[in-house]
């Protein structure tokens, strides 16, 4: 069955440092990866979406990556800052219709 | 700006009750969502429409149903509701324009069986 990992435990990082989280999936081969953030007691908001064609994606202090060999995606944030704090979901996606399967979500936690 | 609107940020229930969680979208998507969302398990997609009066199962559905008799308006019930069920529910929409496009979600209920 398709299984999508991120991992569970929380990543601490110190602010102005580069946070780098990993999306790992298998038994899959998505045309599209999302990327969401998600803050305690909201919804998750959309932040980017990369193409199996591309290598790598930029909005602003964000960069993702999706290795279709590696079956993995990173996501980078750059001069990270405690307002980046928040759990961060990875969603692969085939095409057709727009039907998401989510990850469990990496807890993000910048510190001062 | 999309708002997706559910009707009730926390919700507790009794056992057995019939429950009724609203979510309501103002962007016209064609597409609708309900989730689930425990710690440990992520989001899991229990029912989706993408368009009136249509709906397919998710991954979970037993236990639920749906209704979509107006496009911004997609409607999810617990027919009996159990303590299994107890959990943040939330609601998406996304657009059926050319291309990928994202999920715009509510920000959930909370609901607790008893």
């Known amino acids: 069955s398709q299984k999508i990992e991120q991992n569970s435990e929380a990543l601490n990082i110190q602010e102005g440092k580069t946070a780098t989280l990993t999306c790992n999936y298998t038994n899959y081969s998505p045309a599209y990866l999302q990327w969401y953030r998600q803050d305690p007691g909201r919804g998750p908001v959309f932040l980017l979406l990369i193409r199996e064609n591309e290598k790598e994606k930029r909005k602003e202090r964000l960069k993702v990556t999706f290795d279709t060999t590696l079956k993995q995606s990173l996501f980078h944030i750059t001069a990270s800052q405690p307002a980046d704090s928040a759990t961060y979901l990875c969603?692969?996606?085939?095409?057709?219709?727009?039907?998401?399967?989510f990850g469990t979500g990496t807890r993000l936690l910048v510190s001062p | 700006d999309v708002k997706v609107t559910q009707s009730s940020r926390y919700l507790v229930k009794r056992t057995g009750e019939k429950v009724f969680l609203e979510c309501v979208q103002d962007m016209d998507h064609e597409n609708m969502f309900w989730y689930r969302q425990d710690p440990g398990l992520g989001l899991r997609l229990i029912y989706f429409s993408y368009d009136v009066k249509m709906k397919e199962k998710g991954d979970i559905p037993e236990g639920y149903s749906v209704s979509r008799e107006k496009k911004e308006r997609f409607s999810l019930i617990l027919e009996s509701a159990s303590t299994n069920q107890t959990s943040m529910y939330l609601c998406?929409?996304?657009?059926?324009?050319?291309?990928?496009?994202?999920?715009?979600f509510g920000d959930g209920t909370r609901l607790s069986i008893l």
């Open positions: 998406a929409s996304s657009s059926r324009d050319r291309g990928v496009q994202p999920q715009h």
């Open positions: 969603a692969p996606m085939n095409t057709g219709f727009q039907k998401l399967v």
